[in-house]
């Protein structure tokens, strides 16, 4: 049951950075207040699901996408050993931006649009990962709950634009630099003659 929520928030997701522009509108939450005992088997989901690790596979993806247009911009420098620092510290700075954003916060709405999709016996059934008519419900409900969810992340991520912009800007000044210090690559050998 993990993989396909984090793949599906994941997908849905090119970076927080766009996540925060182009997100859907959540549809709007049930006036529903959640049983304690409702909240806490979302609890358990949230944590059965992992849904906090969405975090991690957006921000893997963001550094793939970032590596492969640093590559791209280098074109035959894209080895030279001076490109090495700026690319590793712009890993070291936003990866722990990225996991800042599974915090108490996230948790709490997480939880809550679980607590206030499902009923006590349905999260029961969920967690304990049986084939039931809530099964059927799980599979039913995705799409609306996982728009939700993206919604939600697409809030915290509005919170953190400002230091993973500075990232990325700070990343692509000290690429280039770097790179205009980098001896061209030598060029192909040409193909022999025919005789």
């Not at 906090?52 to 921000?59: L, N, P, Q, R």
Request: hydrophobic share 45%; proline share 9%; net charge positive.
């Amino acid at each position: 049951m993990r993989r396909p929520l984090v793949v599906a928030l994941a997908c849905l997701a090119a970076s927080p950075l766009a996540l925060a522009q182009t997100a859907p509108s959540a549809p709007a939450a049930p006036a529903i207040t959640p049983t304690p005992a409702a909240v806490q088997l979302a609890t358990r989901l949230y944590a059965d699901v992992q849904a906090d690790s969405v975090f991690a596979s957006v921000g893997g993806d963001q550094v793939q996408r970032e590596g492969m247009a640093a590559k791209a911009v280098a074109g035959d420098k894209a080895s030279c050993p001076a490109l090495q620092k700026p690319w590793q510290t712009f890993v070291q700075k936003v990866e722990p931006i990225y996991q800042g954003m599974a915090d108490a916060q996230f948790k709490q709405g997480a939880i809550n649009i679980y607590a206030t999709s499902f009923t006590e016996s349905e999260l029961r059934e969920i967690t304990n990962f049986i084939e039931s008519p809530t099964g059927r419900k799980w599979g039913s409900t995705s799409a609306e709950i996982n728009q939700r969810m993206m919604a939600l992340a697409a809030d915290r991520a509005k919170a953190h634009e400002a230091p993973l912009r500075a990232a990325v800007t700070e990343f692509e000044t000290s690429f280039k630099t770097a790179l205009a210090t980098c001896p061209a690559a030598p060029a192909p050998a040409a193909p022999p003659k025919k005789r």
